[in-house]
């Protein structure tokens, strides 16, 4: 079965770094969407992506945060100048239809934990 | 402010020990209600979609239900592979594309 895939599974770095986390989504698929969860908290919704451009994103996804599909297969989520409290998993996701279509669920990747110190 | 809430947090079952968990939901209008499945470390697994009021899915010993309030995902004779922390989300109507709103999750242990 297709499987969305991210890499890496765990990152650490400091502080003030920029991170780049990376995800393959399911092939035939054309939304994407960025998640987190911080440890014993909800999964949050952080960005949507379509057709090249970002469709929907929340309060979390500031001007720090930024994504991008480098190429056919890959949807990258940066984080420009990382702060201790964006300590979380990290799941991509992605879907064939629009959310508001029937039966058009996301699939989600096993994530990238991300650890600032 | 929209809100859903599943309960309880945890939930620890003997093997064959039939029950259900909750998710209620107190939103502006829902487009759909959907449950998933996390395993430690790994990302939600998509078990259902659930969109009207009175709508049942099942899968093997897992049935979801839906009512104008709530949701239940009943398990029937689990067994310790059901072991796993159940997400229940929803999508509004007006909503954004992809934005699910979660719950907590509710956190199920079966014993052998």
């Known amino acids: 079965e297709p499987e969305v895939t991210q890499t890496p599974s765990h990152q650490v770095t400091q502080m003030g770094q920029e991170v780049i986390l990376r995800c393959v989504p399911i092939?035939?698929?054309?939304?994407f969407y960025w998640y987190r969860q911080i440890l014993g908290q909800k999964v949050e919704f952080l960005v949507s992506f379509y057709n090249n451009e970002i469709s929907e994103k929340s309060e979390i996804f500031d001007d720090q945060f930024s994504v991008e599909r480098p190429d056919g297969s890959n949807f990258t989520l940066k984080i420009r100048s990382t702060k201790l409290e964006d300590s979380a998993m990290y799941f991509c996701?992605?879907?064939?239809?629009?959310?508001?279509?029937?039966?058009?669920?996301?699939?989600f990747g096993n994530g990238t934990r991300l650890t600032v110190t | 402010e929209d809100q859903v809430t599943q309960s309880p947090e945890a939930l620890r079952l003997q093997e064959g020990e039939s029950s259900s968990l909750n998710c209620s939901y107190t939103?502006?209008?829902?487009?759909?209600l959907f449950w998933y499945r996390q395993d430690p470390g790994k990302g939600p697994e998509f078990l259902f979609t659930l969109y009207s009021a009175g709508e049942e899915k099942e899968k093997e010993r897992l049935k979801a239900t839906l009512t104008k309030k709530e949701s239940f995902l009943h398990i029937t004779a689990p067994k310790p592979e059901d072991s796993a922390t159940y997400l229940c989300?929803?999508?509004?109507?007006?909503?954004?594309?992809?934005?699910?709103?979660f719950g907590k999750g509710t956190k199920l242990s079966v014993k052998p």
């Open positions: 989300a929803v999508h509004l109507y007006g909503g954004s594309q992809g934005n699910l709103i």
């Open positions: 092939s035939n698929h054309l939304y």
């Open positions: 996701a992605s879907s064939d239809r629009p959310m508001s279509s029937y039966n058009s669920p996301l699939h």
């Open positions: 939103v502006s209008g829902l487009r759909g």
